[in-house]
Nanobody
Framework: QLQLVESGGGLVQPGGSLRLSCAAS????????IGWFRQAPGKEREGVSC????????YYADSLKGRFTASRDSVKNTVHLQMNSLKPEDTAVYYC?????????????????????WGQGTQVTVSS
């Protein structure tokens, strides 16, 4: 059974950091583009970042560049999202998603329909 599981969410103060993890079972993440998305209450799910499978190139939402970094840990079959300088508006449920044919580029990487597998999400709350 193919499964993605996010972890690492929690409550953090503004300006703090969190590292989310997306672990896979049943398949090898190295062969998949991995997208991170988030959904705040009352808002649509939006793309956060994408890391390609072929060259590990990354894309980020413009508003998050410089604060968020995606990376792979092939040994642990995990993708991480390092989030720094967190703001209250970063509060959301964060999801990882995987697709075997997607290359992260242009606007395609942020399209929900492009991803085949999804995790259940992890809550991130930024509040003092």
């Amino acid at each position: 059974q193919l499964q993605l599981v996010e972890s690492g969410g929690g409550l953090v103060q503004p300006g703090g950091s969190l590292r989310l993890s997306c672990a896979a079972s049943g398949f090898t993440l190295d062969y998949y583009a991995i997208g991170w998305f988030r959904q705040a209450p009352g808002k649509e799910r939006e793309g956060v970042s994408c890391i390609s499978s072929s060259d590990d190139s990354t894309y980020y939402a413009d508003s998050l560049k410089g604060r968020f970094t995606a990376s792979r840990d092939s040994v642990k079959n995990t993708v991480h999202l390092q989030m720094n300088s967190l703001k209250p508006e970063d509060t959301a449920v964060y999801y990882c998603a995987a697709d075997s044919s997607l290359y992260c580029s242009g606007y395609v990487w942020a399209q929900i329909k492009e991803y085949e597998y999804w995790g259940q999400g992890t809550q991130v709350t930024v509040s003092s």
